[in-house]
């Protein structure tokens, strides 16, 4: 069955980094486009960043752009977001979620549980 | 300010049913498919109906998903008390280029 397993999450500082990582299982990674989306505590979900099959293209929010950075490793079936120069306002739950394998317009399929990056000073 | 428009709740009693609007624009569910999710509190959103109507595998027939020019609908037929959950559209927008959704919609079974 289709897992994705998010990690490195945790407390950070205004204006710090933190990695994000998802490790994926159960379904051919290489072959699907991977999205992170997240959610602010009592907040609705929010698109942060997509990669395509191959990490040739990728998609940004305009509220991340600059500062974010989506990746992929098909062959350790990883995806990761490396986060810098973090706000207050970036404090949510972290999902990583599969979209489709064909049309970059397909939206999430399966989510993982995701994983809290909380900036506060 | 969600690019998607949901109400904010939603209520019905047991076997009753409940629909849950989602408005947008042509450059997201006037030109795109729309898709729902399911939330409980503290977990995972989990997909209820892709591409405007078609079911995952193992989500019930009660869940019906609709769309009409730059609407779409979610109707919850036979109403229980384990469909009390948070409700999320969604859909790709041709002019962000990524998805947007839907502010969320709590629906209570009373």
């Known amino acids: 069955q289709v897992q994705l397993v998010e990690s490195g999450g945790g407390l950070v500082k205004p204006g710090g980094s933190l990695r994000v990582s998802c490790a994926a299982s159960?379904?051919?990674?290489?072959?699907?486009?991977m999205s992170w989306i997240r959610q602010a505590p009592g907040k609705g979900l929010e698109w942060v960043s997509k990669i395509d099959s191959t990490g040739s293209i990728i998609f940004q929010a305009d509220s991340v752009k600059g500062r974010f950075s989506i990746s992929r490793d098909n062959a350790k079936k990883s995806l990761h977001l490396q986060m810098s120069n973090l706000r207050v306002d970036d404090t949510a739950v972290y999902y990583c979620a599969r979209d489709g394998s064909y049309n970059l317009w397909d939206l999430s399929d399966y989510w993982g549980q995701g994983t809290l990056v909380t900036v506060s000073s | 300010q969600s690019v998607l428009t949901q109400p904010l709740s939603a209520s019905g009693t047991p076997g009753q049913r409940v629909t849950i609007s989602c408005s947008g624009s042509?450059?997201?569910?006037?030109?795109?498919?729309v898709y729902w999710y399911q939330q409980f509190p503290g977990m995972a959103p989990k997909l209820l109906i892709y591409k405007n109507n078609q079911w995952p595998s193992g989500v019930p027939g009660r869940f019906s998903g609709s769309k009409s020019g730059t609407s779409a609908s979610l109707a919850i037929s036979g109403l229980r008390s384990e469909d009390e959950a948070d409700y999320y559209c969604a859909a790709w927008d041709d002019n962000l280029q990524g998805p947007v959704f839907g502010g969320g919609t709590r629906l209570s079974v009373l």
């Open positions: 042509t450059s997201n569910v006037g030109s795109n498919y």
């Open positions: 159960g379904f051919n990674f290489a072959d699907y486009q």
